[in-house]
């Protein structure tokens, strides 16, 4: 039993509501555990730019974003649902890729109804296929895992396509053919959250950047999600963004530095290395590198 997945199931079963804030890589996953976070999601669209440094649009490759999500699992004890994208290919491709993300370590995948090759789900242009190929694609998710507590969430794009009715239809569709959470995209109304909740399923609500407001992703107020039932919210964009703010700071800072030669001392927006050293686990690496290679042998080898 994959022990990430069934940490993720027992927060679905016993907590009201989870935040799942959106993670890239190991300093993000990292600082959203010791902040206390009990899960968190990655972000597809920003495993795409700092990965390969290409915009969210289907370019990213299989292996590499479960090879990714590997070494991000392993780095934390929080369950971590992954995003795979459409499942690259047709329902025979989602079983393999479902396979290789359970053996991953993660929790589960979200697996969406845009067409391919993708797009960010904030982008216009987007298409979704046909209703029976994401419910084939869901039916092949859940034959494809070897764990009944690895989730499959089933997203659909629908509202931006298909209007809310479409959505609506399809997210309970989805829900027949097994799906354990629904993640609508763009969702945009308190009425379009009710009529979501129909389905049956957890929903998962994607907030965006969850402290700064965009149009496509209005910043629900977290008493309302919570009284319409809203079982998680995940903050995709978040960190992205806020690593972005902060390395835009450091580096024109850096620029003053080096025009005037003088150096400047900022601690108010560097962490130290200590810091750094802590959230890595440098501290029990020494540990295990004193009881492994500098303790004396236990034996008497002459």
Excluded: W
Excluded at 170 to 180: L, S
Excluded at 211 to 223: A, D, E, G, H, Q
């Amino acid at each position: 039993m994959g022990l990430q997945a069934q940490k993720f199931r027992d927060l679905l079963k016993n907590e009201p509501f989870i935040v799942s804030p959106g993670v890239f890589d190991g300093y993000s996953i990292r600082l959203a555990e010791a902040a206390g976070y009990k899960a968190a999601s990655t972000t597809g669209a920003a495993v795409s730019n700092v990965l390969i440094g290409m915009p969210d649009s289907g370019v990213l490759g299989l292996s590499e974003n479960v090879n990714h999500c590997r070494h991000m699992a392993r780095a934390v004890s929080i369950p971590m649902t992954a995003d795979a994208d459409t499942g690259y290919g047709n329902p025979m491709n989602v079983h393999y890729t479902v396979q290789m993300f359970e053996e991953a370590g993660v929790a589960g995948v979200n697996i969406e109804d845009q067409v391919s090759p993708k797009r960010c789900g904030h982008m216009p242009g987007k298409a979704v296929v046909p209703i029976g190929e994401m419910v084939r694609k869901i039916e092949a998710a859940c034959l494809a895992r070897k764990d009944d507590a690895f989730a499959i969430i089933a997203r659909t794009d629908a509202i931006a396509v298909e209007g809310i009715e479409g959505a609506v239809k399809r997210a309970k569709a989805y829900a027949k053919a097994g799906a354990d959470m629904l993640f609508p995209d763009a969702v945009a109304t308190e009425d379009q959250i009710k009529q979501l909740m129909e389905c049956g399923i957890p929903l998962t609500i994607n907030m965006g950047f969850g402290i700064r407001s965009r149009p496509t992703t209005p910043l629900f107020p977290i008493k309302l999600l919570k009284a319409l039932g809203v079982k998680r919210i995940s903050l995709p964009r978040m960190l992205p963004a806020a690593s972005v703010h902060a390395m835009q700071q450091a580096l024109e800072l850096f620029r003053q530095v080096v025009e005037t030669g003088e150096p400047i001392d900022r601690p108010d927006l560097l962490v130290g290395i200590e810091d750094i050293m802590k959230l890595m686990g440098y501290e029990q690496m020494r540990a295990l590198e004193e009881r492994l290679v500098h303790k004396p042998l236990a034996i008497d080898i002459e």
